[in-house]
């Protein structure tokens, strides 16, 4: 089901990277023409109601825009990384839609009241596997490896139920394939309240600096660290809290695929075929 190719020239090495460089790029420019002007805007609007001392203008001092609250290096960098993992679940996504696409397709062929016996097995498997090299779509396509190894393993053992087991190996397999390939989105789950941490400890360190300053009345400087600091903490644990959800999301569409091929080859596949008594198969070949 997933490509064999593990090389620099496979999708799920080419998307990874890709995808990072696509989210690094899209977010400068968006911080560029969008967030850091926003946020310079906002600093600069509150400094002047700040000087003015109004208390009128006190409730539009605390509404803050979401530039404000993301304009810091660590919040930015939270934001490539949601969106650096949001790239690959979504390409992980429309991976299992196309591999779903083929319950659609008869792959067995069996006319109803027909039973696929051993000695018919090869030859299906020859046809099916001299289609799929046909097909470029269904190369390492979960459902019709499925179907291969139940014929290969029924023509060779003669066994409804190590075909089932067939089946049921590869599905495992392929299972746990797609398990892995989630490991980069789970590093990145952990990786974002981490940045919002380092960015804490950093916002902290910088207000502390400027204790001095505030015992004499100019807190401004470490107003600033401490809402660095809060807004990186604020910042990582939400973008986290959505990226798991789709993180959940994908992996049960992960989870329901590999069932949904199961329940297909058990349906369409093993529960047609059979082992042929002596005297069947006496009367087959008389």
Not at 26 to 37: D, M
Not at 122 to 133: C, F, G, M, V, W
Not at 166 to 195: F, N, Q
Not at 253 to 266: D, G, L, M, N, S
Request: charge should be neutral; include cysteine; hydrophobic fraction near 45%.
């Amino acid at each position: 089901m997933i490509s064999r190719n593990k090389g620099i020239f496979s999708l799920e090495f080419l998307v990874p990277v890709f995808g990072f460089i696509f989210a690094v790029v899209t977010v400068e420019l968006w911080y560029h023409y969008s967030v850091t002007p926003q946020a310079e805007e906002f600093m600069a609007r509150r400094k002047i109601i700040a000087a003015r001392g109004a208390s009128g203008d006190s409730a539009e001092m605390r509404e803050r825009p979401l530039a404000a609250v993301i304009k810091d290096l660590e919040p930015k960098w939270e934001v490539i990384f949601c969106f650096w993992g949001m790239i690959i679940l979504g390409y992980k996504l429309v991976h299992v839609t196309r591999e779903r696409r083929l319950f659609k397709h008869d792959f067995v062929r069996v006319q109803p009241g027909e039973r696929i016996i051993p000695e018919d097995a090869l030859d299906r498997y020859k046809e099916l596997r001299t289609a799929i090299e046909r097909e470029s779509r269904w190369r390492e396509r979960l459902l019709p490896e499925c179907i291969l190894a139940a014929l290969h393993r029924f023509h060779a053992t003669a066994s409804v139920q190590d075909a089932a087991n067939a089946v049921r190996e590869r599905a495992d397999l392929a299972g746990d394939e797609l398990d892995s390939s989630l490991g980069l989105v789970r590093y990145i789950a952990w990786a974002i309240p981490a940045i919002g941490f380092i960015g804490t400890v950093r916002g902290i360190g910088d207000a502390l600096n400027f204790a001095e300053q505030a015992i004499h009345g100019d807190i401004s400087s470490v107003t600033t660290g401490l809402g660095l600091a809060f807004n990186s903490t604020f910042v990582g644990l939400s973008l986290c809290i959505v990226l798991m959800f789709w993180l959940h999301l994908v992996q049960g569409r992960q989870e329901a695929f590999v069932i949904e091929t199961q329940t297909f080859c058990r349906d369409k596949l093993i529960d047609v075929m059979k082992v042929p008594t002596k005297e069947e198969a006496i009367a087959v070949y008389s």
